[in-house]
């Protein structure tokens, strides 16, 4: 794979189709994925290893390129910080705030927990939901179409790509 500056991650992926200014492209969980930590809950959704990224076409790729996606390092860790450490931390906080007020509410303190540490995690899912939205424009959370490593020969469903 061609390099690209140390701030930034990379993965190859296939075009499967173009928007505009923006391409849908697919990666394939591979060998270099074994080494990150993150690498199940990568696809824990259905346990698929494909995934599908829309990207800012850049490089004016088409429909069955092979092409190199990039995006900042300070992005993904900003992104992977919010996905996985604030709803942990949310649950967290929830339960055990929800434990010793649990029997204030009449509650035992197993089940002030269970109630409290879930509605806090609903809530900080719709806060990183609504956080996302307004993320999605910035720079350093945007997915990049840099480079076109080969030319489409029109078969856009077949996938052998390196992950990020």
């Known amino acids: ?18 928007m505009g200014g923006l391409a849908q492209v697919e990666t394939t969980q591979q060998e270099a994925c074994k080494s990150c930590g993150a690498r199940g809950a990568c696809f824990a959704l259905g346990g698929d290893k494909r995934r599908m990224i829309t990207a800012v076409n850049q490089a004016r790729a088409k429909a069955g390129d092979r092409v190199l996606l990039a ?3 300070k992005g993904v860790l900003g992104a992977s ?12 906080v929830g339960a055990s705030v929800g434990k010793k007020l649990g029997p204030a509410w009449g509650l035992d303190g197993q089940t002030g927990a269970v109630i409290l540490g879930a509605a806090c995690l609903l809530g ?41």
């Open 124 to 164: 900080a899912w719709l806060v990183l939901r609504r956080i996302s939205k307004r993320l999605a424009g910035r720079k350093e959370f945007t997915v990049k179409v840099v480079r076109i490593l080969k030319q489409g020969e029109g078969d856009a469903l077949e996938s052998n790509t390196a992950c990020l």
């Open 1 to 18: 794979m061609e390099s690209l500056p140390s701030n930034q991650m990379q993965e190859e992926g296939l075009v499967l189709e173009t």
């Open 71 to 73: 995006m900042p390092r």
């Open 81 to 92: 910080f919010l996905v996985y450490m604030v709803p942990v931390f949310a649950l967290l």
